[in-house]
């Protein structure tokens, strides 16, 4: 209980919670940019913590997942279904990046749709036999992109709703 009032009540701690919601899948900064905001943070740092926050797990999924999901079959043969369906995601979205390559993926990640996002790319990239060195920079690039647009569209929100609320 300390430490969340502690994420909740310090700055430093509003960074750090922000950065941890990036990092979750699927809401990555999308959810992150917006929570920060409304922790109190600045636009500029609610972003950066965002985007740190959603790069950290980049490099690992990349190098690793295979790995992962290997061990996950062996392990806990009752997960064979969600490893499948993982991996055809990451087939199918795979398919949309390897057309462009490292643009397709930098676009891929940068627009925050659904099933797309920082996570997704990493998974596609590894499927893809991308180089951990080709693919981050891909990566990290449509992530400030989509960063950019999700404060762009959360300045937005909380302008209309003041506008609307006055």
């Known amino acids: 209980m300390e430490l969340l009032n502690w994420l909740e009540t310090t700055y430093v701690g509003e960074f750090i919670f922000t950065l941890l919601v990036s990092m979750v899948p699927i809401i990555e ?5 917006p929570f920060g905001v409304a922790l109190g943070l600045p636009y500029p740092v ?3 913590a965002a985007v740190i926050g959603n790069i950290l797990p980049v490099p690992f999924i990349i190098i690793y997942i295979r790995r992962i999901f290997q061990w ?49 790319g ?10 951990l060195r080709k693919a981050m920079p891909s990566i990290i ?15 937005l929100g909380i302008d209309l709703f003041v506008a609307v609320m006055a």
């Open 72 to 120: 996950l079959r062996a392990h806990f043969p009752r997960l064979d279904g969600m490893v499948d369906a993982l991996e055809r995601k990451a087939h199918l979205k795979g398919k949309k990046v390897n057309r462009y390559k490292y643009l397709g993926l930098l676009l891929f990640v940068g627009i925050p749709l659904p099933g797309t996002g920082a996570w997704t």
């Open 141 to 155: 690039l449509g992530v400030i992109l989509a960063g950019c647009i999700m404060t762009g569209l959360t300045r």
């Open 122 to 131: 990493a998974l596609a990239a590894a499927f893809l036999d991308m180089p």
């Open 46 to 48: 609610a972003f950066i």
């Open 29 to 33: 900064l999308r959810v992150g940019i």
